[in-house]
Each structure stands twice: as C-alpha cells, then as structure tokens.
Antibody, heavy 121, light 106 residues
C-alpha cells in the first residue's frame, strides 16, 4: 500500500537550517508530483512547495520562497525539503503528500504522518 | 492573492445533514477538494474535483461547487465524522487551503 514517511524534523534555532526527507513506497514514485504541506500547532493547513516528476519545475509558497528548496531522487523513491534561514513562524508539523497524478493542480491523495519542526532559541 | 473562507465551526445532530461552505472569488471556475482531519491524524481526502469521492469514502459525503461557493455535505452524520474539514483549490501553481471548519456532532 502507499506509504509516505517523513523524517528530519527537530528543534533548531532561528536562522538555522534543517533538511526534511520523505520516503515513498507502494507506488511508482517517478510517476507522481509531490508536495510539502505544513500545519502550525493548532492552526490550519498551509501548502509549502511542489515538485514535478523530473524535478524540472518547482513551485513555492511566497512565505518560503528564497529560503526553502525542494528536490527529489527518483532512484531512492524520496524527496526532500531543505529549509534555511528558519524563523519562529516556520514551526509546524510538515507533511509530505502525493498529488493524485502527474499534475500540479491535482488534490493530495496520500499524506505522511508528519514531522515536527520547532524553531526556537 | 486568492483566499478561501470557511466558517470556523458548525454543529449537527447525529443522523442529520451537515453542510460546510467554502467561499472564494469565482470559485466555481476551479476544482475544489475537501480534506477531513481528526485530532492527531493526517488529513484524508474525502472529495475531489468538486464532487468525486475517493475509494473508501462513504457515500454520505458529497460536494458541489457553483458561483463563489463550494459546499461539502455529509448526509446522516455520524459521531465518527466529527473532525476538522478543509477545502482546497489551486491558483497560479499554488495550493490554497481554507482556514478549516470544526464539525461537532452533538
């Protein structure tokens, strides 16, 4: 069955960096667009970024543009989120999610369990 | 920027019909999907392309979208349907979520 497993979250100081990973299994990873979505404690969902099948097209939310970088390794069935210049407002549970197919404007049909990022001094 | 607005909360009695709205400019021209999130769990897709149900989602979940408003309808609401519900659409290569609606089944 489809599984998405995030890792890499933790406590980091403001201005620091963190790299999140999402390991996929149970489907042909290279056939799907993938996204990162976050949820601050007690708040709603906020889309962060998505990457196309071959990684040639990437899109970011304005709130993270220039600080976060999404990438993928189809050989490893994994994709990543490099987060730099972290701020307190980046504190959230970060979910990786699969798009319903090879399209940017498709819903997210599978989600990981999330990994918590806390930015605090 | 494109925004989606949902009521923060709503309540329904067991067995009754719950309706949750999502408003946005000309929303009817976009596809809307809905996610259910229970406490401590990841979101689950319950409706996509306005009215389609993924495999495994009960028939009591339905959706519509016209004009500036999309609606998630849960017919014969059960206690297990108590959750937060989020609408979502795409605008200029960015996914936009509504603020979420907490559905209480009282």
């Amino acid at each position: 069955q489809v599984q998405l497993v995030e890792s890499g979250g933790g406590l980091v100081k403001p201005g620091g960096s963190l790299r999140l990973s999402c390991a996929a299994s149970g489907f042909i990873f290279s056939d799907y667009y993938m996204s990162w979505i976050r949820q601050a404690p007690g708040k709603g969902l906020e889309w962060v970024s998505y990457i196309t099948i071959n990684g040639r097209s990437i899109h970011y939310a304005d709130s993270v543009k220039g600080r976060f970088t999404i990438s993928r390794d189809n050989a490893r069935n994994s994709f990543y989120l490099q987060m730099n210049s972290l701020r307190a407002e980046d504190s959230a549970v970060y979910y990786c999610a699969r798009h319903l197919g090879p399209g940017g404007d498709l819903p997210f049909d599978y989600w990981g369990q999330g990994t918590l990022v806390t930015v605090s001094s | 920027s494109f925004d989606l607005t949902q009521p923060p909360s709503t309540s329904v009695s067991p067995g009754q019909t719950a309706r949750i709205t999502c408003s946005g400019d000309n929303l009817g021209e976009k596809y809307v999907c809905w996610y259910q999130q229970k406490p401590g769990q990841s979101p689950v897709l319950v409706i996509y392309e306005d009215r389609k149900r993924p495999s495994g989602i009960p028939e009591r979940f339905s959706g519509s979208n016209s004009g500036n408003t999309a609606t998630l309808t849960i017919g014969g609401t059960q206690a297990m349907d108590e959750a937060d519900y989020y609408c979502q659409a795409w605008d200029s290569n960015a996914a936009v979520f509504g603020g979420g609606t907490k559905l209480s089944v009282l």
